[in-house]
């Protein structure tokens, strides 16, 4: 069985249930993200039989978007999880769950949740995450913060101090494959590796000794991930993306899987930085390359770019005076004047270690912005922000009782009901 299916094993129970606890990760929605929602909310339902709650992992991208997730399709695809059995950003409606006082919101891979769902924020009972705390909650909230290289290796923690047998062979293989493509195979020279991740995939193997070996899995995962082939400027750039805004400026910063160079010599760049950064209020953006050597270590690179001076003079700035820790930064040849680029000495400094970097920038004085640069947000999440979602065409979301439909079927293994208000029943 699918962990989404594990979610809401017993159909009667489901339909009789007026409450709806989402688990959730990040607006990147990487495979960390995924998995950790996945895995986390099936643990919930499996413990929690006391609650009126229906578990829901939701991946927080709208469905158009998954296509760019390729090591994450990789994986369930492998697993033989159907994308039809996901719950998406777009085909919930959370705000509408809240004002109903039917939502419990569990934040995994992630803590801050973005303006323009700041209403959530009385939801949220518990987070996982794996980076250090911004704010503080209230004391009702349960936190487990703690830094290590992989969201889901707390999940597995949590999971494996759980009840004997609640941990199966297929949550197991997911959460064995996202930690050793968060963590680079536990290679040091990653940076990202820490004792407990080790410890965790150890454990899974221990316990599940037909998973894959790691570097085949990895090697897999790893080529599904940097595969941007057929992508657009566009794709690439919101594939893996970051934003940060205070009131008067935001900023974007893009995970690029490719050499520098080659995206900076990309046809109509320009273009699409500029046409990109427009659309989602940005005044400037980091692209952070990363590629791999012959030896397989991970080699970083950056571009900044911005059309205003002020503001990427000040982005320069902070990223070149860093020092905790030093990017160790050393300029190379740009081919435009509005982008300065450099090679990162420092390899360890993954982009969540650039992220607190860039955000000093938000609170630096750069003088008056004319009308035409206002960089206020979208009113929708930035990385939800695209053509295709429903949200910026008007289709409402699902429904509380649609959700307790939709899931229902998923439990008893029939196909999903369409997402379309009116549609019939398949």
């Known amino acids: 069985m699918l962990p989404v299916l594990h979610v809401c094993s017993d159909n009667e129970h489901i339909q009789r249930q007026q409450e709806v606890h989402v688990v959730m990760g990040n607006e990147a929605c990487d495979l960390d993200s995924t ?4 895995a986390l909310a099936y643990f919930l339902a499996k413990t929690s039989p006391t609650s009126k709650a229906a578990f829901v992992p939701v991946l927080n991208i709208p469905r158009s978007d998954f296509a760019l997730r390729m090591e994450t399709a990789a994986l369930l695809r492998q697993q033989r999880i159907p994308d039809a059995s996901l719950i998406f950003r777009d085909e919930i409606d959370l705000a509408g769950l809240h004002q109903a006082g039917l939502l419990s919101l569990t934040l995994v891979d992630h803590h801050v949740l973005p303006r323009a769902d700041a ?21 009702r909230c349960r936190i487990t913060a703690e830094l290590v290289g992989s969201c889901a290796t707390l999940v597995t923690e949590r999971i494996a101090q759980g009840p004997p047998g609640v941990l199966d062979g297929l949550t197991a293989a997911l959460l064995h494959g996202t930690i050793l493509l968060d963590c680079v195979n536990l290679s040091p020279a990653g940076g990202k590796v820490t004792p407990r991740d080790t410890a965790c995939v150890t454990l899974l193997e221990s316990r599940f000794p037909e ?11 790893q080529a599904a991930k940097f595969d941007v082939s057929g992508l657009t400027t566009e794709q690439m750039l919101r594939k893996d ?12 910063i893009s995970g690029i899987y490719m050499d520098l160079e080659v995206f900076l010599r990309r046809p109509g760049l320009l273009q699409d930085l500029e046409a990109f950064c427009q659309a989602r209020g940005f005044a400037g953006l980091v692209a952070m390359t990363v590629s791999f050597n012959e030896r397989s270590e991970p080699f970083r690179q950056l571009a900044v770019y911005s059309q205003r001076e002020a503001v990427r003079s000040a982005m320069c700035r902070v990223l070149e005076e860093a020092t905790t820790p030093s990017l160790n930064l050393q300029a190379l040849p740009s081919p435009w004047p509005c982008i300065n680029a450099y090679t990162q000495g420092n390899t360890l400094a993954s982009r969540k270690k650039v992220l607190p970097i860039l955000r000093t920038v938000l609170g630096t004085p750069l003088g008056p ?10 009113p929708t999440p930035v990385n939800s922000l695209v053509d295709e979602c429903p949200l910026a065409q008007a289709v409402p979301p699902l429904c509380p009782q649609a959700v307790f439909e939709r899931v229902s079927r998923i439990a008893a293994g029939q196909p999903p009901a369409s997402l379309a208000p009116g549609s019939p029943p398949k």
């Open 35 to 38: 998995v950790s929602a996945l």
């Open 119 to 139: 209403a959530l924020e009385e939801a949220v009972v518990e987070v996982l995450d794996h980076r250090p705390l911004e704010r503080d909650r209230a004391p």
């Open 211 to 221: 998973l894959p070996a790691r570097d085949v899995i990895f090697k897999a995962l």
């Open 241 to 252: 993306l970051k934003a940060l805004s205070s009131d008067e400026l935001a900023l974007g």
């Open 369 to 378: 912005t004319a009308p035409e640069e206002d960089v206020a947000l979208p």
